[in-house]
């Protein structure tokens, strides 16, 4: 999917632990990307099975999001919302997890939830602007139309999550730049 980057940091290894560097401002220059994140969140998702998402925020306070848990594992999805995108309405997943390292770097125009797949995970991540409950919106996790493969039929989910509105009823404010 054009803009999604996921990251492999090097990590340094040995008896007494590890040591990243978890952002590098000059190590995603490098890949063309200019971000200036000005705020860092951090999830705590005490039991396995919960579902955050699938969440956005419209233009002009759209986000772009650098993704990573530091505990547990999680599968992380995205849906690319960019209308004439080659990828548009389509979905993808990753699993990150304490043990890979992994990053997931989630572009403006992209939705993004995840589902815990272990108790206890902790989930931070850098965002490019604050969130504004007015640009605040998201998508159902289990439209029919973007059947997105989660794994789970009753996951635990926040009331705004139950209530979230259908794909094929959302305009996208979102334009594919290629």
Known sequence: MPGLWLYAPKVFK????FFM?????????????ALAFIQDNHAL???QGVLRGLHFQNPPRAQTKLVRVTRGEV?????DLRRGSPTYGQWKSFVLSES???????PKGFAHGYLTLTPDVEFLYKVDD?????HDSGIAWNDPDLAIEWGVANPILS???AQQGRF????????FEG
Not at 14 to 17: A, N, S, Y
Not at 100 to 106: D, E, H, K, R
Not at 168 to 175: A, C, L, T, V, Y
Request: cysteine-free; aromatic content about 12%.
């Open 14 to 17: 040995d008896d007494r632990g």
């Open 168 to 175: 094929k009823d959302f305009q996208s404010p979102f334009e």
């Open 21 to 33: 560097e978890s952002y590098n401002q000059a190590t995603f220059e490098a890949q063309g990307l």
């Open 100 to 106: 890979n390292f992994l990053q997931l770097l989630v």
């Open 159 to 161: 009331p705004k999550d």
């Open 130 to 134: 604050v969130y504004s409950p007015a």
């Open 75 to 79: 599968l992380d999805v995205v849906v």
């Open 45 to 47: 998702s005490r039991n």
